[in-house]
């Protein structure tokens, strides 16, 4: 095994070659950096990511190359690129991308890992960063271990052999890191209404951001919750301090990214265990829980009952991610609920963010059929089994109040 430095694992690579990089808590940050410096000789290979945007920012498809990338976010670092016409987006849900990277026509050269020391076993722990990892490491034709320090090994988080990789190198820089900020009186608004959808004995899956961190400290007089999510933060281990969780297995996720403290706390973590999203977001995963709420948020939502995730002002910010997969289970799911919870307007305040009918300068990520409930800062709209015509009416009345007549005014229109 050939132990090289960062910068020779940065310019090992080929013109051409498939290069798999982690995102979330998973990148290597030490190499995504020497990946996109201009006097790095780095050959122009494709780069295929799970970059998350507001974490993982870099574009590795730099200016003035033929270097590619492949990605299922869009975030603002990559719209040069994309303008270019080296940027292969692929707006797939999570499970979509966990079906991509597993189809045997899907070729991957070479996978890069971020992992723990080696263990007495010679272990290495995939840590905090799961995701598509796993079925990455069968696919790959040579994988590269970035051996770090600072990634904790965690219980149930699957290891991979240190005989696995043709190279290593090694790295001590800190995790990538997710902070929520302050807490916001108008996502606290809206999640007192959010937490009535939510009884004890629910399992529940959110995302990253204000209204999800404040929902699950809302949450800490419930009991017997479960958290099943595609990734998870501090706001969990605020939760599990509460002892609203059950006993266990109380915790699945693929990928825990957070602050320095929420890493050094994660491994004694009780009933904590991490798959890949191959498992987490698995149809036939997802159907077997009862009880599931499905808490996602949306850039807007139409009268319908569509929701768009992914685009604003016709260009894409983001991607699906697992807002598909988790909606529609729990709207499958006799007990379980797929709510939608957003603010009632834009951060200026004057674009309401329920309008009448997305245009063409959006794309549905959530048909109106997968939407049980919306929620604002205004109420609840409860909209599974309602007519076209009541589900606006719902919808109106949590809108905005500066919005509402023009939005009365057009379901009207709209549904007679």
Known sequence: MR?????????????????????????????????TQPDCNVADAHFITSFVPGINSRCLARPGRRSRVATFFMQPSLRAAHAEGRVDFRPLS???????????ATTIDTAVVQVAPPDTRDQCSLGPAIEFMPSVLTRASRVFGVINPNVPRLPGSPS???????????SSSPLATYEVGKPSPAAGELVEHLATLIPSGSTVQVGLGKIPAQLLRVLGARRDLSLHSGL??????ELADFGALRAEPAICTGVAI????????????????????????????LSRISGLRAVNSALQLDLFGQVNAEMLDGQYVSGPGGLPDFARAAHLDPEGLSIIALHATDGSGSLSRIVPRLGVDAVISVPQYDVDAVVTEYGVALLRGQSLGERARRLCAIAHPDHRAELIKASRALFN
């Open 232 to 237: 998870i933060s501090d706001a969990v281990l």
């Open 3 to 35: 132990e090289l430095s960062i910068e020779q694992m940065a310019t090992s690579f080929e013109d051409g070659e498939r290069v798999y990089l982690a995102g979330s808590s998973g990148e290597c940050k030490d190499l995504s950096a020497l990946l």
């Open 160 to 170: 991979v052999p240190l005989d696995r990789f043709e190279a290593i190198s090694r």
């Open 94 to 104: 999570y499970f979509g991308i966990h079906r991509l990277l597993t189809d045997p």
């Open 258 to 285: 957070g602050s320095a403290a929420f890493y050094a706390r994660l491994a004694a973590q009780r009933g904590l265990s991490f798959a890949e999203v191959g498992f987490t977001h698995s149809p036939q995963t």
